[in-house]
């Protein structure tokens, strides 16, 4: 008899190798383990794919965020990836959202413009103007002026990311907040709206069309500045510019009014320069009559002292001897007065006092003229 196996379920070895193998079955088992190798293989592959394709890099202009499923992956300042090479599960679970801090952006405001299609914008032509047609508020954009006028105002804001944290983490409730980077596009446009809301209501339609332009353009940057630090948009400014034009079916109005305007400002000015031109004559000829009076003046004065100093002399002179004094000025009178007189003749009075008797010819001959004598 044949002896049993001491376990059923197992065969010896004697049993097995007694027992033919088919060969049909050895082949089948050689290549399910060749396959099952290469898929092991390839799985591995994949893997490595798999991780491999989840490296990026992030420029040396550009900061990165990583949302898993939506969110932020860290907190503050450990949420941002600096220039490099960094790491993230492929997409779906991770997404990789780069920032570029030093990119100029370029935003327009939507409201407070007439309607313009798209191929009118870009070639810079405006709609047909009909002054019959009336202004449609739910397709032309208008604002209101402080004085209750419609204006058409558009700004134009280019600006950069210049803290992404504040940028990132400015719009949700902490880190857990899903951030969406055109987010920060639109609050920036609701912002650009506001401040250009606020800053029309507070000038007039005059002070924004002509003459205070760039006070209305300095409000609107002044209101969006301030709008932004309060939002935490973490943004900095680099130009803001702001147009401005009357309704389109009051032109011709609002240019008529600009011409009288003008021509107002032209008359102002001429009269302005009439004014200086006359004021500065008169100016002119009030400091030269006072200056001849101040020369006239001084020069009076100067006499005055020179007068009283010589009658200061002249009295020292007469104390001394007043008859000799007396007859010196009327001689000195008398030869100014005869300045003329051909032949002058003093008489003094007698020392007795009786008077002189003075007996002149009146009717004397003229002098011969003289002859020559012939010559010889």
């Known amino acids: 008899m044949a002896e049993r196996s ?7 070895p004697e049993s097995s190798a007694a027992t033919p193998v ?35 890099v992030i420029g040396p202009q550009e900061r990165g965020l990583i949302l898993r499923l939506g969110k932020p992956v860290g907190e503050g300042e450990a949420a941002l990836l600096g220039p490099g090479l960094h790491w993230s599960f492929p997409y779906p679970i991770d997404e990789v959202v780069r920032i ?60 950069r990311i210049k803290d992404p944290l504040r940028c990132v983490f400015g719009f949700g409730h902490g880190t857990n907040a899903a951030f969406d980077l055109a987010g920060v596009s639109n609050a920036v446009l609701e912002t650009l709206n506001q401040a250009l809301l606020h800053a029309a209501a507070r000038f007039t339609v005059d002070d924004i069309l002509s ?29 803001l510019q702001v147009e401005s034009r009357p309704p389109r079916q009051l032109k011709q109005a ?18 302005l320069g009439y004014a200086n031109q006359t004021t500065n004559r008169a100016a002119s000829e009030a400091a030269a009559l006072v200056s001849r009076a101040q020369a006239d003046r001084t020069r009076y ?17 007469f104390e001394r001897n007043p008859d000799l004094y007396m007859q010196q000025r009327v001689a000195e009178t008398m030869a100014r007065l005869l300045t003329n007189v051909q032949d002058k003749f ?10 002189r008797e003075l007996r002149l010819l009146l009717n004397r001959e003229p002098p011969k003229p003289q002859t020559t004598s012939p010559a010889r």
């Open 254 to 271: 609002f240019d008529n009014v600009v011409q009288a305007a003008v021509r107002r400002s032209q008359l102002l000015n001429d009269a």
């Open 211 to 239: 003459r205070n332009v760039l006070g209305f353009q300095e409000e609107v940057l002044r209101r969006f500045t301030s709008l932004a630090e309060q939002r935490n948009l973490g943004i900095a400014i680099e130009q």
């Open 301 to 317: 004065l100067e006499t005055l002292a020179a007068e009283a100093r010589r009658f200061e002399g002249l009295l020292a002179q």
């Open 6 to 12: 001491l376990h059923p379920g197992r065969t010896s």
């Open 22 to 56: 088919d060969p049909g079955s050895q082949a089948l088992a050689d290549a399910l383990h060749s396959s099952f190798a290469i898929v092991r293989f390839l799985m591995l592959v994949l893997v490595l794919v798999f991780f491999a394709s989840s490296f990026f």
């Open 346 to 355: 003093f008489i003094p009075e007698r020392a007795d006092g009786k008077t």
């Open 100 to 159: 570029r801090i030093t990119e100029v952006q370029t935003l327009r405001s939507t409201i407070g413009w007439y309607a313009l299609t798209p191929e009118q914008e870009l070639a810079g032509t405006e709609p047909p103007v009909d002054p019959r047609t009336p202004l449609i508020p739910g397709v032309d954009g208008y604002l209101l002026s402080a004085d209750g006028n419609i204006i058409h105002s558009r700004a134009t804001l280019r600006y």
